[in-house]
């Protein structure tokens, strides 16, 4: 397996893909998913989780919409399913439904909300975040897909962890279900926000390929390490 450690602004490619046994090239480009939108790739499939207010280093009271649409009508999947997956925010005694103004962005650009899942995190207390989170499916062009029995249900209990020192991660199993059924074996997932490398993983796992955005280097350089060892 070849490895390239990249510049920033670059790609990495790895070489061979122990789910496929044959050469291909799942790449993270370490950039804005605004630039990477820009280049010539394709994808079935977008599944994310968009940063936070802190991570964008914005204050709580920011419109949420207003980030979600600098990259949301620049996303083509072929296959026209977008999932994302969002927490609501605890702040100075009220909730900032994140969730609802995803979707608001969303049916801005001619998506339509297909599917609602929550996972539950646990049952304790989170001071800043809900302790859920919202699994939103987004289809378009008329675009239907029978559901898999396993994501039937509407909410799933599944304990958070965390990989390494991330902690914003989500459980493979939970990303699984989802690329398992809105995509088929061989298709390339897109993640515009690939942090710790769930998706590359569940991916993998999946017999998918992948292709991911990731803006901070550390996040990155979690990915690959990760994705190295399966």
């Known amino acids: 397996m070849k490895l390239i450690i990249p510049l920033e602004g ?44 802190n991570e964008l280093g914005e204050e709580d009271d920011l419109n949420y ?33 994140k969730h609802s103004q995803v979707i608001d962005s969303f049916k801005k650009i001619d998506y339509k909300l297909h599917t609602h899942k929550l996972w539950i995190k646990g049952l304790g207390a989170n001071m800043f975040r809900m302790n859920y989170q919202h699994l939103l499916t987004f289809t378009r062009n008329g675009q239907k897909r029978k559901m898999k029995k396993e994501l039937l249900p509407d909410c799933f209990l599944i304990n958070h962890t965390n990989y390494e020192k991330y902690t914003y991660g989500m459980p493979t199993k ?29 991916s993998l796992n999946t017999n998918r390929k992948w292709v991911g955005s990731e803006i901070n280097p550390e996040y990155a350089d979690l990915c690959l390490k990760r994705t190295v060892l399966l």
């Not at 670059?10 to 990477?36: A, G, L, R």
């Not at 989802?178 to 690939?194: A, C, H, Q, R, S």
């Open 10 to 53: 670059q790609s990495v490619d790895f070489y061979f893909n122990p789910c496929y046994n044959d050469m291909m090239k799942p790449q993270v480009y370490i950039e804005s998913c605004i630039e990477t939108l820009k280049r010539d790739i394709q994808y079935d499939y977008v599944l994310c989780s968009p940063p936070d207010f």
């Open 65 to 97: 919409s207003n980030f979600v649409d600098t990259w949301a009508p620049l996303l083509n999947p072929i296959g026209n399913f977008v999932t994302i997956c969002i927490s609501d925010r605890k702040s100075k005694g009220e909730i900032l439904s």
């Open 174 to 202: 939970m990303v699984e279900l989802l690329i398992d059924t809105y995509t088929d074996e061989g298709n390339i997932v897109y993640d515009p926000f690939m942090g710790s490398g769930t998706t590359a993983e569940a």
